[in-house]
């Protein structure tokens, strides 16, 4: 017999050959999603965060008339006193509805409301808290203003014929006002992407049951829902199924059939209830990888027919990572919006951290401004896979690169918000 165990590669180990890097899975992924095509026409109101099919280009002028800034006086600004004071003659008033229509000469102004159109003859309003009326007919202007002052041109926030929006924007509560300010009732979005879930784990009971020795609740199914509704993706939540081959055949064919990404967690390990593997194996184009980081090595992505799979590894904080950091940008491209790539920049450390060269680690803190202003980031606390508690008090990861060593307290290191 040998005199050495000859061991397999491992969450264990570092560097270590036929490992892909969080890039290069990334990019592998992404190089096999076409984003969807479809448009459907769906009132202003639900399309809040959904992704716009079409262009929009601005029909008409916002504002679409030059109106006044302020409540006031409209005048000539070729009339206003340089350093004396000058009596104005008050010939109408101007209401946002109700525009003034004669002329306003000379030595006149109009009184005018905010959002009224700025009338004939006047090009400048001046603020009615810096005029004095002296009556009916009159107001009495000081210097210090300037020509042109509080008027709003037409088409000064958006002109006529502007490109607002490209297909792929994801809409916002600004862009729902900017559509209603063209008087757009619906827009043509892309259909809502369907995601299937399940949970696999012979030990994962539903919340509502009750547990004996040894099984948990399962959790995943939880933060899961919680993610992909923060996406506002459809969700088809198919509970837990158990580690019988069988049963997991069953549930990817009625996945696949329903959804355009079927997402599981759990059982794409090498332990022996492991059936994530070769069950796709047999129905599916399947990739599995193993992924230079921590947490979350074992991941998997394919196909099912025509929908994507993602196989998440089971730990709880593991699933949360591999979601974030691979399912979203998947999800944000097939959805025709696009990959937002994460936003991340530099804190100070407050605590040292350990950190193995080889892998990229995704640890949780919590960022804050310093007294110094200086943004600075603490760990939240034990670090493990299963610790979900590390997600729920994390307001970032800390991301650290796969080249990346220990880090001492005071080093720069990269913060990536939880968003
Ligand atoms: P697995 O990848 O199936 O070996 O699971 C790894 C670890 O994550 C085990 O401790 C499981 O009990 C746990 N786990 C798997 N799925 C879930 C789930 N849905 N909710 C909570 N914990 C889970
Ligand atoms: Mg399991």
């Known amino acids: 017999m040998s005199s050495r165990i000859e061991t ?46 079409q262009s929009v280009i601005s029909p008409i002028n916002v504002p679409g008339h030059r109106n006044s800034a302020m ?6 600004g070729a009339d206003l006193p340089d350093d004396s004071i000058q009596s104005f003659e008050i010939v109408g008033t101007a209401m946002a509805g109700a525009s003034f229509e004669g002329d306003c000469q000379a030595g006149q102004c109009v009184r005018i409301m905010t959002g009224a159109i700025m009338p004939e003859g006047t090009d400048t309003v001046v603020m009615q808290e ?18 042109g002052q509080n008027v709003r041109q037409a088409g000064e926030d958006i002109a006529l014929g502007t490109t607002v929006f490209n297909p792929g924007r994801k809409i916002t509560a600004a862009d729902l006002g900017i559509l209603a300010s063209f008087g757009f009732a619906e827009v043509a979005v892309h259909r809502k992407i369907r995601v299937a879930f399940f949970s696999t784990g012979d030990e994962l009971r539903s919340v509502g049951e009750s547990l004996v020795e040894g099984e948990i609740y399962d959790s995943n199914r939880y933060t899961l829902y919680g993610m992909l509704q923060q996406l ?42 492991d059936y994530i593997k ?15 980081m921590k947490p979350g090595r074992p991941l998997t992505y394919g196909k099912l027919g025509k929908a994507h799979f993602f196989g998440l590894p089971g730990n709880p904080v593991a699933v949360m990572v591999t979601f974030l950091q691979f399912v979203k940008p998947a999800l944000q491209q097939l959805s025709g919006a696009g990959v937002t790539a994460s936003l991340r920049f530099k804190a100070r450390a407050c605590n040292a951290i350990r950190k193995r060269p080889g892998r990229m680690e995704f640890q949780r803190g919590i960022y804050s401004q310093a007294d110094d202003g200086n943004l600075q980031v603490r760990l939240t606390g034990r ?33 990536e918000p939880i968003l």
């Not at 969450?11 to 999603?33: H, K, N, T, W, Y």
């Not at 005029?131 to 009495?140: C, N």
Request: charge should be negative; hydrophobic fraction near 45%; glycine fraction near 8%.
């Open 8 to 53: 397999a590669p491992s969450c264990a180990s570092a560097f270590e050959p036929g490992v892909l890097r969080v890039d290069e899975a990334l990019a592998d992924i992404l190089s096999q999603i076409e984003p969807l095509t479809d448009a459907i026409k769906r009132p202003l109101r639900d399309c809040l965060g959904q992704v716009l099919a």
């Open 71 to 76: 409540d006031g006086y409209a005048l000539r």
């Open 130 to 147: 810096q005029s004095e009326r002296v009556d009916e007919a009159t107001v009495r202007i000081g210097s210090g203003h300037k020509l």
């Open 232 to 273: 506002g993706v459809e969700i088809l939540d198919m509970g837990v199924v158990p580690d019988q081959p069988e049963r997991v055949k069953q549930a990817f064919e009625q996945a696949a059939a329903m959804a355009d990404v079927v997402i599981t967690s759990g059982g794409v390990s090498v332990g022996e209830a």
């Open 278 to 292: 070769p069950t796709l194996r047999e129905l599916g184009e399947i990739n599995f990888w193993k992924i230079a």
């Open 383 to 415: 670090q493990g896979s299963g610790i979900l508690s590390s997600m729920s008090l994390a307001n970032c990861f800390i991301v650290l690169p796969d080249e990346q060593a220990d880090v001492a307290i005071g080093d720069e290191i990269l913060v």
